[in-house]
């Protein structure tokens, strides 16, 4: 089974006290059904058995799921981030090994450290449907871009799948304020998603697995890369 502990709680709304389990290790291999409850954001959620309070509850946790080789840190304090990018680094240096066998074994694994919930839910969502993290991230910046010109209060974009009513699969873009989705979803077409990851494919092998935290200032810090040398390649140019 998973790990966890049985942690006492007390319940802000009723001041009751329950158990609720906390994972330190949430393992979807032994437990699949965890998975759902992060993608569904009913992993860290609890209702008070009193009062019926829905009562958010983020801790530090480790997400694997050994089968595809998924590791994600959900690092909600900053003692748990820094001894997550500690180990991660560690185990990302080795990717350079010489031996190729344990090269090639090493860089199918993919490493992550998240802030919150919803954005661990985002990259099991994302990691689950087959999709590139850094594609998604690189497309979420360009159109939470374009949302803020005429919205600038929207903060964030959150990634979702849905079904549409012919029971399809679609990908989109949920603008929000900070944790409240506030306008309709933005759809992401599958074209529109390969074109992307064609545009940057060169660009990101060139970073290949080695991105812990793959979030908006990774993108932002992509972006300025591609900027600066095209702007580089430019004044190579005869006039
Ligand atoms: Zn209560």
Known sequence: MARYDIEKVTCPSCGKVFPVKVYDRIDVKRDPKLKKKVIHGTMFAEHCPHCGEKIRMVYDAMYADPTYRITIALAATDEF??????????????????????????NQATLRIVRDDMKLAEKVLIFDNDLDDRVIELLRLVHLTSQQATNPEVTDMLFNIGQTKDGHTQMCFLPMIGRDIVNTPIVLSNLNYSRTADKYYHALEEY????????????????AAIDAR???EDNTEPV
């Open 230 to 232: 095209t702007a580089a």
């Open 208 to 223: 290949k697995e080695s991105e812990l935290e793959v979030n908006r200032a990774w993108a932002e810090k992509f972006f």
């Open 81 to 106: 981030y820094k001894q997550a990018v500690k180990e991660m680094e560690k185990e990302n240096a080795l990717r350079s090994a010489k031996d190729d066998i344990v090269r090639d074994y090493l």
